[in-house]
Protein backbone atom coordinates (compact mmCIF):
# COMPACT_ATOMS: atom_id res chain seq x y z
CA UNK A 1 0.00 0.00 0.00
CA UNK A 2 2.64 2.77 0.66
CA UNK A 3 4.68 1.83 -2.18
CA UNK A 4 1.99 2.66 -4.83
CA UNK A 5 1.63 6.44 -3.09
CA UNK A 6 5.37 7.15 -2.99
CA UNK A 7 5.37 5.93 -7.08
CA UNK A 8 2.94 8.76 -7.82
CA UNK A 9 4.55 11.50 -5.66
CA UNK A 10 7.69 10.97 -7.79
CA UNK A 11 5.69 11.05 -11.02
CA UNK A 12 3.94 14.21 -9.79
CA UNK A 13 7.26 16.10 -9.38
CA UNK A 14 9.00 14.90 -12.68
CA UNK A 15 6.80 16.51 -14.47
CA UNK A 16 7.01 20.03 -12.29
CA UNK A 17 10.68 20.11 -13.18
CA UNK A 18 9.92 19.62 -16.52
CA UNK A 19 7.31 22.50 -16.71
CA UNK A 20 9.78 24.85 -14.75
CA UNK A 21 12.63 23.74 -17.04
CA UNK A 22 11.27 24.66 -20.15
CA UNK A 23 9.55 28.14 -18.52
CA UNK A 24 12.58 30.40 -19.89
CA UNK A 25 12.91 29.48 -23.23
CA UNK A 26 9.28 29.54 -23.79
CA UNK A 27 9.68 33.68 -22.47
CA UNK A 28 12.95 34.42 -24.72
CA UNK A 29 11.22 33.04 -28.01
CA UNK A 30 9.00 35.62 -27.59
CA UNK A 31 9.14 37.28 -30.43
CA UNK A 32 6.62 39.98 -28.88
CA UNK A 33 9.49 41.24 -26.41
CA UNK A 34 11.54 43.44 -28.93
CA UNK A 35 8.60 45.57 -30.18
CA UNK A 36 7.65 46.22 -26.55
CA UNK A 37 11.45 47.58 -25.68
CA UNK A 38 11.68 49.30 -29.10
CA UNK A 39 7.70 50.66 -28.17
CA UNK A 40 9.27 51.79 -24.62
CA UNK A 41 11.99 53.41 -25.80
CA UNK A 42 9.90 55.65 -28.76
CA UNK A 43 7.28 56.65 -26.09
CA UNK A 44 10.29 57.89 -23.34
CA UNK A 45 12.06 59.69 -27.06
CA UNK A 46 8.65 61.17 -27.97
CA UNK A 47 7.81 62.23 -24.26
CA UNK A 48 11.19 64.21 -24.00
CA UNK A 49 10.63 66.07 -27.46
CA UNK A 50 7.37 66.95 -26.24
CA UNK A 51 8.53 68.20 -23.18
CA UNK A 52 11.68 70.47 -24.95
CA UNK A 53 8.62 71.34 -27.63
CA UNK A 54 6.86 72.93 -25.08
CA UNK A 55 10.08 74.53 -22.79
CA UNK A 56 10.91 75.98 -25.95
CA UNK A 57 7.33 77.23 -26.73
CA UNK A 58 7.21 79.02 -23.31
CA UNK A 59 10.49 80.53 -23.49
CA UNK A 60 10.98 81.77 -26.98
CA UNK A 61 9.21 84.80 -26.67
CA UNK A 62 11.78 85.53 -23.99
CA UNK A 63 14.99 84.76 -25.40
CA UNK A 64 13.37 86.96 -28.81
CA UNK A 65 12.54 89.67 -26.36
CA UNK A 66 16.61 89.42 -24.90
CA UNK A 67 18.15 89.23 -28.26
CA UNK A 68 16.31 92.32 -29.62
CA UNK A 69 17.07 94.71 -26.37
CA UNK A 70 20.68 93.36 -27.40
CA UNK A 71 20.53 94.44 -31.02
CA UNK A 72 19.32 98.22 -29.46
CA UNK A 73 21.44 98.44 -26.82
CA UNK A 74 24.45 97.25 -29.31
CA UNK A 75 23.18 100.02 -31.54
CA UNK A 76 22.96 102.35 -29.12
CA UNK A 77 26.90 101.86 -28.13
CA UNK A 78 27.86 102.55 -31.62
CA UNK A 79 26.35 105.21 -32.39
CA UNK A 80 27.50 106.67 -28.72
CA UNK A 81 31.86 105.53 -29.95
CA UNK A 82 30.79 107.55 -33.32
CA UNK A 83 29.86 110.79 -31.59
CA UNK A 84 32.77 110.03 -29.05
CA UNK A 85 34.89 109.69 -32.23
CA UNK A 86 33.93 112.73 -33.47
CA UNK A 87 34.21 114.50 -30.67
CA UNK A 88 37.45 113.61 -29.77
CA UNK A 89 39.22 113.61 -33.29
CA UNK A 90 41.02 117.32 -33.30
CA UNK A 91 42.25 115.61 -29.32
CA UNK A 92 43.62 112.36 -31.37
CA UNK A 93 45.13 114.70 -33.75
CA UNK A 94 46.92 116.58 -31.48
CA UNK A 95 47.50 114.03 -29.40
CA UNK A 96 49.48 111.98 -32.31
CA UNK A 97 51.15 115.41 -32.98
CA UNK A 98 52.45 115.60 -29.26
CA UNK A 99 53.75 112.20 -29.70
CA UNK A 100 55.51 112.58 -32.85
CA UNK A 101 56.84 115.71 -31.41
CA UNK A 102 58.23 113.68 -28.23
CA UNK A 103 59.96 111.02 -30.57
CA UNK A 104 61.96 113.69 -32.08
CA UNK A 105 62.98 115.77 -28.89
CA UNK A 106 63.85 112.33 -27.34
CA UNK A 107 66.04 111.89 -30.63
CA UNK A 108 67.18 114.67 -30.39
CA UNK A 109 68.11 114.22 -26.67
CA UNK A 110 69.84 111.36 -27.98
CA UNK A 111 72.00 112.37 -30.31
CA UNK A 112 73.00 115.44 -28.06
CA UNK A 113 73.87 112.71 -25.19
CA UNK A 114 75.93 111.39 -27.71
CA UNK A 115 77.43 114.45 -29.09
CA UNK A 116 78.06 115.55 -24.92
CA UNK A 117 79.75 112.12 -24.17
CA UNK A 118 82.24 112.59 -27.24
CA UNK A 119 82.49 116.35 -25.79
CA UNK A 120 83.33 114.73 -22.33
CA UNK A 121 85.79 112.56 -23.41
CA UNK A 122 87.79 115.07 -25.18
CA UNK A 123 87.92 117.62 -22.43
CA UNK A 124 88.94 114.70 -19.75
CA UNK A 125 91.98 113.83 -22.47
CA UNK A 126 92.64 117.04 -22.29
CA UNK A 127 93.30 117.54 -18.88
CA UNK A 128 96.97 116.38 -18.93
CA UNK A 129 97.85 119.33 -21.17
CA UNK A 130 96.25 121.93 -19.01
CA UNK A 131 98.25 124.62 -17.02
CA UNK A 132 98.87 122.77 -13.71
CA UNK A 133 97.02 125.81 -11.63
CA UNK A 134 94.30 125.34 -13.98
CA UNK A 135 94.09 121.37 -14.15
CA UNK A 136 93.94 121.43 -10.22
CA UNK A 137 91.33 123.99 -9.65
CA UNK A 138 89.04 121.84 -12.35
CA UNK A 139 89.69 118.77 -10.01
CA UNK A 140 86.48 118.44 -8.85
CA UNK A 141 84.79 119.53 -11.91
CA UNK A 142 86.86 116.53 -13.39
CA UNK A 143 85.54 113.88 -10.77
CA UNK A 144 82.23 115.17 -10.99
CA UNK A 145 82.32 114.77 -14.76
CA UNK A 146 83.42 110.92 -14.63
CA UNK A 147 80.28 109.80 -12.54
CA UNK A 148 78.18 107.73 -14.59
CA UNK A 149 75.04 108.05 -13.29
CA UNK A 150 75.34 111.89 -14.25
CA UNK A 151 72.55 113.39 -15.88
CA UNK A 152 72.04 114.84 -19.08
CA UNK A 153 71.24 117.80 -17.69
CA UNK A 154 74.19 117.83 -14.95
CA UNK A 155 76.71 116.73 -17.49
CA UNK A 156 75.59 119.46 -20.14
CA UNK A 157 75.91 121.80 -17.50
CA UNK A 158 79.32 120.66 -15.80
CA UNK A 159 80.85 120.51 -19.40
CA UNK A 160 79.92 124.11 -20.26
CA UNK A 161 81.18 125.62 -16.94
CA UNK A 162 84.00 123.59 -17.59
CA UNK A 163 84.90 124.85 -21.05
CA UNK A 164 84.16 128.86 -19.91
CA UNK A 165 87.10 128.17 -16.82
CA UNK A 166 89.50 127.29 -20.11
CA UNK A 167 87.96 129.71 -22.06
CA UNK A 168 88.60 132.73 -19.36
CA UNK A 169 92.08 131.52 -17.88
CA UNK A 170 92.87 131.20 -21.66
CA UNK A 171 92.16 135.46 -22.04
CA UNK A 172 94.04 136.40 -19.46
CA UNK A 173 97.84 136.42 -17.68
CA UNK A 174 97.69 134.06 -14.49
CA UNK A 175 100.21 134.59 -12.17
CA UNK A 176 101.47 133.39 -8.24
CA UNK A 177 102.88 131.07 -5.78
CA UNK A 178 102.39 127.27 -6.66
CA UNK A 179 103.50 123.91 -5.42
CA UNK A 180 105.22 121.66 -8.55
CA UNK A 181 107.26 119.20 -9.08
CA UNK A 182 109.10 119.40 -12.00
CA UNK A 183 111.28 116.71 -13.81
CA UNK A 184 114.72 116.97 -12.72
CA UNK A 185 114.28 118.71 -9.23
CA UNK A 186 114.02 117.43 -5.97
CA UNK A 187 110.36 116.43 -4.94
CA UNK A 188 108.19 119.37 -4.69
CA UNK A 189 108.20 122.76 -4.24
CA UNK A 190 106.54 126.16 -3.79
CA UNK A 191 107.85 128.21 -7.10
CA UNK A 192 106.45 131.43 -8.58
CA UNK A 193 104.61 130.78 -11.65
CA UNK A 194 103.07 133.03 -14.26
CA UNK A 195 100.71 132.01 -17.25
CA UNK A 196 100.18 133.13 -20.90
CA UNK A 197 96.95 131.73 -21.10
CA UNK A 198 96.50 127.58 -21.76
CA UNK A 199 99.74 128.27 -24.37
CA UNK A 200 102.69 128.06 -22.05
CA UNK A 201 104.01 129.89 -18.92
CA UNK A 202 106.91 130.21 -16.70
CA UNK A 203 107.99 129.28 -13.24
CA UNK A 204 111.16 130.79 -11.01
CA UNK A 205 112.89 129.65 -8.05
CA UNK A 206 114.50 132.60 -6.97
CA UNK A 207 116.50 130.87 -4.06
CA UNK A 208 118.04 128.49 -6.66
CA UNK A 209 118.29 130.76 -9.27
CA UNK A 210 116.34 128.88 -12.01
CA UNK A 211 113.71 129.52 -14.33
CA UNK A 212 111.75 126.81 -16.71
CA UNK A 213 109.57 126.85 -19.79
CA UNK A 214 106.24 125.34 -19.10
CA UNK A 215 103.89 124.24 -22.18
CA UNK A 216 101.86 121.61 -23.50
CA UNK A 217 104.15 118.60 -24.75
CA UNK A 218 103.33 115.57 -26.99
CA UNK A 219 102.35 113.30 -23.74
CA UNK A 220 100.92 116.66 -21.75
CA UNK A 221 102.03 119.78 -19.54
CA UNK A 222 105.93 119.57 -19.63
CA UNK A 223 108.77 122.25 -17.53
CA UNK A 224 111.52 122.72 -19.42
CA UNK A 225 114.81 124.42 -17.45
CA UNK A 226 115.15 127.67 -19.42
CA UNK A 227 119.01 128.70 -19.25
CA UNK A 228 119.31 132.36 -18.71
CA UNK A 229 115.53 132.50 -17.69
CA UNK A 230 115.78 134.01 -14.43
CA UNK A 231 116.13 137.76 -14.69
CA UNK A 232 113.42 138.43 -17.51
CA UNK A 233 111.14 135.91 -15.76
CA UNK A 234 111.49 137.86 -12.28
CA UNK A 235 110.92 140.91 -14.67
CA UNK A 236 107.79 139.63 -16.11
CA UNK A 237 106.23 138.81 -12.01
CA UNK A 238 107.33 142.04 -10.87
CA UNK A 239 105.05 143.77 -13.96
CA UNK A 240 102.14 141.62 -13.32
CA UNK A 241 102.36 142.69 -9.68
CA UNK A 242 102.56 146.06 -10.48
CA UNK A 243 106.29 146.47 -8.42
CA UNK A 244 108.06 147.51 -11.90
CA UNK A 245 106.78 149.70 -14.79
CA UNK A 246 104.98 148.16 -17.85
CA UNK A 247 107.74 147.33 -20.29
CA UNK A 248 108.37 144.58 -23.07
CA UNK A 249 110.65 141.82 -21.93
CA UNK A 250 111.76 139.35 -24.23
CA UNK A 251 111.22 135.94 -22.90
CA UNK A 252 111.76 132.85 -25.30
CA UNK A 253 108.22 130.87 -26.07
CA UNK A 254 107.03 128.15 -29.00
CA UNK A 255 104.43 128.31 -31.83
CA UNK A 256 104.34 125.02 -32.15
CA UNK A 257 100.78 123.19 -30.80
CA UNK A 258 101.59 119.73 -30.05
CA UNK A 259 98.25 119.42 -27.93
CA UNK A 260 96.79 120.06 -31.82
CA UNK A 261 99.12 117.14 -33.01
CA UNK A 262 98.60 114.79 -30.30
CA UNK A 263 94.85 115.43 -30.96
CA UNK A 264 95.29 114.80 -35.22
CA UNK A 265 96.91 111.48 -34.32
Known amino acids: MHAPSLHRIRLLLIPGLLLAASAPAAEDDDPVAPAQ ?12 TARLDTTWTSEK ?12 HAQTLEEKRDLLMSQTAKDRDEIATLQAK ?11 NDRLVALTAKLTALRPFLPPRLSEALDLSYRSLANPGLGTGE ?39 I ?25 GWKWDTLPGGTAPVTR ?27 AAK
Open 37 to 48: KAATEWIKVRLE
Open 236 to 262: LIAIYNDRADPDFVPVPAMLSQPVADA
Open 155 to 193: RMQLTMTMLNRCLLFNRTVTSGEEVLTIDGADGARSLEV
Open 195 to 219: YWGLSHGYALDRKADKAWYGSPGPS
Open 102 to 112: NKEAVDDLHAS
Open 61 to 72: PLLESTVSSLKD
